[in-house]
């Protein structure tokens, strides 16, 4: 089942929810069953190195990830 994102029309309040999609829900908060679902986002974690930056090809770190550098 997904997670799905809401705002309450009634209270404004917004929360998550783990439901079938075609479940009723209402908000936690005040109980209304007035909730409108939200278009979820996601983030994604990307990385990017600088020329001449220290990393495992430029000898600056450990390699192995127990530094703490990662």
Known sequence: MPIYEYRCRGCESEFEKLV?????????????????????LFGAKTESRLA????????????GGGCGCH
Request: net charge positive; proline share 9%; glycine share 18%.
């Open 20 to 40: 079938d999609a075609r479940a009723v829900v209402a908000c936690p908060s005040c109980g209304s069953p007035q909730v409108m679902r939200l278009l979820s």
């Open 52 to 63: 001449g930056s220290a990393g495992p090809s430029a000898g600056g770190c450990c390699g």
